[in-house]
Structures are given as C-alpha cells and as structure tokens.
C-alpha cells in the first residue's frame, strides 16, 4: 500500500505559479498511475490531471490545458504539478491520487483507491 503526501501549495496572485509535489512511500511510485485533483469549498472534488506509469502520457482537464503540466520523477518517488498562470478560479484544496492501472475513468475520484491529504492553494485577485 502506498502513502502520499502533497506539498507545495500557499497563497499566490493571480498569473503566478506554483509547483505541488506529491511524496509516495510504502510503494514505489512506478507501479502506479497517478492523478491530481481538488475540491473548492461547497463543490464536488474535480479531475485536475494524470500521468502514467512511466511517464509517456498524461492527461489534463479542459480548464486547466495550456496552463498546468503533470510530470513525474519515478527515481525520486514523486509526482509534481506545475502551475502556471494561475486564477482565483483555481483556487481549491489539491490532493493527489493513485491507483495499479490505467482505465479510461481516470478523470472520476472513485477510480483511486489511495488519496494524500491534499494541499491549498489560494489565487488571489
């Protein structure tokens, strides 16, 4: 079983960036396909991004292409998001997010078995 731990999250202005990483222990990182996500107060946790097992190919939601960016260093254990451009919008908690195999539900929370205790991150106007 894996554990993870989000850092990285603080409070940044509108159009600046932040880099979240996601810790794993317990498991490596490589067995599993990893997702991003976040939750907003009084609103359902939404697909932020994924990345694979290796790396190869990643996957992002609409509001967010162009501006966030998925990687993972499987040496190091961790998965990172990149922020950029960064919009009150996107202000949210941020959890990270794994489970053993790809399935085409890797937007939907309940594909992940095991969750990190997330991190905030807050965009000012």
């Known amino acids: 079983q894996v554990q993870l731990v989000e850092s990285g999250g603080g409070l940044v202005q509108a159009g600046g960036s932040l880099r979240l990483s996601c810790a794993a222990s317990g498991r490596t990182v490589s067995s599993y396909f990893m997702g991003w996500f976040r939750q907003a107060p009084g609103k359902e946790r939404e697909f932020v991004a994924a990345i694979t097992r290796s790396g190869g190919s990643t996957y992002s939601a609409d509001s967010v292409k162009g501006r966030f960016t998925v990687s993972r260093d499987n040496a190091k254990n961790t998965v990172y998001l990149q922020m950029n451009s960064l919009k009150p919008e996107d202000t949210a908690v941020y959890y990270c997010?794994?489970?053993?195999?790809?399935?085409?539900?890797?937007?939907?929370?309940?594909?992940?078995?095991?969750w990190g205790q997330g991190t905030q991150v807050t965009v000012s106007s």
């Open positions: 997010a794994a489970v053993g195999y790809y399935s085409n539900s890797y937007f939907s929370p309940s594909n992940y078995p095991y």
